[in-house]
């Protein structure tokens, strides 16, 4: 089945740290520009970090710049978001997509191919 599947998600305390963890089913993840986003609770979904194809580039949302890290696996077809100095206003659904260009990577564009289920990340105390 052509699918993302990602985990990771879970409760941390304001400054503590949490690694999520994207990989594809029936396609190769490596193959593409992958992205991260989030969407809290009445908010839209909005791009948090994107990894061009070739990983010659990285975009991040201003909101977490210096925080947090995409990067691929080890493993093929796997992606990673390591979140450090969690904040509240981090707490949301996060999901992880492939993107069909590096340009729509770059724009942290919701237009991506596929979407993974989402993991909830909550930062309180």
């Known amino acids: 089945q052509v699918q993302l599947v990602q985990s990771g998600g879970g409760l941390v305390q304001p400054g503590g740290h949490l690694t999520l963890t994207c990989a594809s089913s029936?396609?190769?993840?490596?193959?593409?520009?992958v992205g991260w986003f989030r969407q809290a609770p009445g908010k839209e979904r909005e791009g948090v970090s994107c990894?061009?194809?070739?990983?010659?580039?990285?975009v991040y949302a201003h909101s977490v710049k210096g925080r947090f890290t995409i990067s691929r696996g080890t493993v093929k077809n796997t992606v990673f978001l390591r979140m450090n100095d969690l904040r509240p206003e981090d707490t949301a659904v996060y999901f992880c997509?492939?993107?069909?260009?590096?340009?729509?990577?770059?724009?942290?564009?919701?237009?991506?191919?596929?979407w993974s289920q989402g993991t909830q990340v909550t930062v309180s105390s």
């Open positions: 997509a492939n993107h069909m260009s590096d340009y729509l990577c770059s724009k942290l564009s919701n237009d991506v191919g596929y």
């Open positions: 029936g396609f190769a993840l490596d193959d593409y520009a």
């Open positions: 990894l061009s194809e070739n990983n010659d580039n990285t």
